[in-house]
């Protein structure tokens, strides 16, 4: 029996506006959208929902807004059996909310306003300590301010804690704050606007990867969506081919793939069955729709990894 890991997440927290549509208007033009849909989101809440469906305790370390989405937001961590003791409420400030636009393949434009995640400080992190502290792992993401990040990444370095940074939405980086996390997982965008490369194919997410780890990284994982994840480290690269499903929505797929990755890794088992499983499971996350709503429970990923031998 594996062990439970124990996830804490620094990060986002936004209500998804999810339109789904075969067109987009052009400006100053209104049009007919075909379904709409309304959703908890925000990266970091993403994470921590999808580690708490595959089965690891999971605490959340963010900042919502004093708008009808705070208590929400609060309440749906809650319902999920996620801690949300450090879930602060900003008097005064919106939510974090994203406008979500769906193209009939699936592919998905978000604009993200940030709102009450723009105030989570270095602070909170340390008020927030008793629970971080106890964590095995502790994920991150870009929709809070950087230098919460990199005080987040350096209180896990000095606590002996495991560190995901997950370098979402794109912004560029201070290599040498994020150096000491153990893993850095950037999607294909993410990694161009870290390192400055194109990333169209897979020797050029190579070389990207290459670069990183030049810059100090320990361990690089590139998200290629339906071409699987690349990992790279002092020992070489290596492509993690992605599972074939039948795409409808791939919001909160990265989300999914960081979230699982978390808790397979804190339950000791190895790198790579980690990275296929998370590939699975970010890839069983399109096949429905909206973000957390498309994240399945840890009984229904084990049967389909099964079956998928
Ligand atoms: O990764 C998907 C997420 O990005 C959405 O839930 C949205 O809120 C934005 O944070």
């Known amino acids: 029996m594996a062990r439970q890991s124990l996830i804490a997440v620094v990060g986002s927290a936004n209500v998804d506006l999810t339109t789904f549509n075969d067109v987009f208007p052009r400006p100053g033009e209104t049009i ?28 959340m370390v963010a900042k919502v807004g004093s708008d009808l989405f705070g208590p929400a937001t609060i309440k749906n961590f809650e319902s999920q059996g996620i801690d949300a003791t450090y879930v602060g409420i900003a008097e005064g400030v919106s939510s ?31 008020a927030a300590a008793p629970l971080v502290r106890k964590a095995d792992t502790i994920v991150m993401q870009f929709e809070i301010p950087l230098r919460t990040v990199y005080h987040a990444v350096r209180f896990a370095k000095s606590n002996g804690i495991r560190c995901i940074v997950n370098p979402a939405p794109a912004q560029p980086v201070d290599f040498k704050e994020v ?46 969506g339906e071409r699987g994840s690349l990992v790279a480290g002092a020992e070489g690269i290596e492509l993690i081919p992605a599972y074939k499903v039948q795409a409808v929505d791939t919001t909160g797929a990265g989300d999914a793939f960081i979230g699982s990755f978390a808790v397979f890794l804190g ?43």
């Open 32 to 59: 007919f959208g075909k379904k709409f849909d309304l959703g908890f989101g925000g990266k970091g809440a993403n994470q921590a929902v999808a580690a708490r469906l595959c089965g690891a305790n999971v605490g």
């Open 96 to 126: 974090g909310v994203a406008p979500i636009f769906v193209e009939p393949n699936g592919q998905n434009r978000i604009i993200v306003v940030k709102g009450a995640n723009d105030l989570l400080s270095p602070e909170d992190v340390d």
């Open 179 to 224: 150096g000491a996390a153990d893993y850095f997982i950037p999607n294909e965008t993410e990694a161009e606007v870290t390192t400055g490369m194109p990333v169209k194919s897979i020797d050029d997410a190579k070389r990207c990867a290459e670069f990183l780890l030049r810059q100090g990284m320990r361990r690089v994982v590139i998200t290629l």
């Open 267 to 309: 339950e000791g088992l190895p790198e790579k069955e980690s990275l296929r499983r998370a590939n699975l499971y970010a890839a069983l996350s399109t096949t429905k729709v909206g973000t957390q709503k498309s994240f399945c429970g840890r009984a229904e990923f084990e049967k389909e990894w099964l079956s998928r031998g």
